[in-house]
């Protein structure tokens, strides 16, 4: 396989979103993200996110889904949020393209590190990312404020 790897580009959007649709499946999440929002909030203005896609010639094989993010202690990061590969390139070097494009770059920007989270089911990815060199942080626990109680947390 020669996987590449590249910017998305505004005129990627339909595709991340397949992409991203596609990853939604496999993890069993729902997933309330439109091809609008993923324009807006990634090619225009200040981009909240950036995304790689990986493809081997013109076919699609996956994407990264990344954002900064900030440690009062470290200083930048860059936060993973996605890392997915569509089934026939998984265990043929697309993740760890798209993993060393992420990690350039973070070291381009002089971050920290990559920061991520891997829902406990998900053996594979929690066996490719500590043969990358993640460590599980044992002394923290992941915690959400869904948007239903945003609401109720800004009323006196």
């Given at each position: 396989?020669?996987?590449?790897?590249?910017?998305?580009?505004?005129?990627?959007?339909?595709?991340?979103?397949?992409?991203?649709?596609?990853?939604?499946?496999?993890?069993?999440?729902?997933?309330?993200?439109?091809?609008?929002?993923?324009?807006?909030?990634?090619?225009?203005?200040?981009?909240?996110?950036?995304?790689?896609?990986?493809?081997?010639?013109?076919?699609?094989?996956?994407?990264?889904?990344?954002?900064?993010?900030?440690?009062?202690?470290?200083?930048?990061?860059?936060?993973?949020?996605?890392?997915?590969?569509?089934?026939?390139?998984?265990?043929?070097?697309?993740?760890?393209?798209?993993?060393?494009?992420?990690?350039?770059?973070?070291?381009?920007?002089?971050?920290?590190?990559?920061?991520?989270?891997?829902?406990r089911w998900n053996t594979p990815s929690y066996k490719f990312f500590t043969r990358?060199?993640?460590?599980?942080?044992?002394?923290?626990?992941?915690?959400?404020?869904?948007?239903?109680?945003?609401?109720?947390?800004?009323?006196?």
């Amino acid at each position: 396989m020669d996987i590449r790897v590249r910017a998305a580009l505004a005129d990627d959007v339909p595709l991340l979103k397949e992409l991203i649709d596609e990853m939604s499946v496999f993890e069993r999440l729902p997933i309330s993200i439109t091809e609008d929002v993923l324009l807006r909030d990634g090619f225009h203005g200040v981009p909240k996110f950036r995304a790689l896609l990986a493809f081997n010639k013109k076919e699609p094989a996956g994407y990264a889904f990344v954002y900064d993010c900030y440690s009062s202690f470290e200083g930048r990061g860059v936060y993973l949020e996605d890392l997915y590969v569509r089934p026939a390139y998984r265990g043929k070097s697309a993740a760890i393209e798209l993993l060393r494009a992420v990690a350039r770059a973070a070291l381009d920007s002089e971050c920290c590190g990559i920061v991520l989270n891997i829902l406990r089911w998900n053996t594979p990815s929690y066996k490719f990312f500590t043969r990358a060199g993640a460590a599980i942080l044992d002394d923290r626990q992941v915690l959400r404020i869904p948007r239903e109680r945003l609401e109720a947390l800004t009323r006196p």
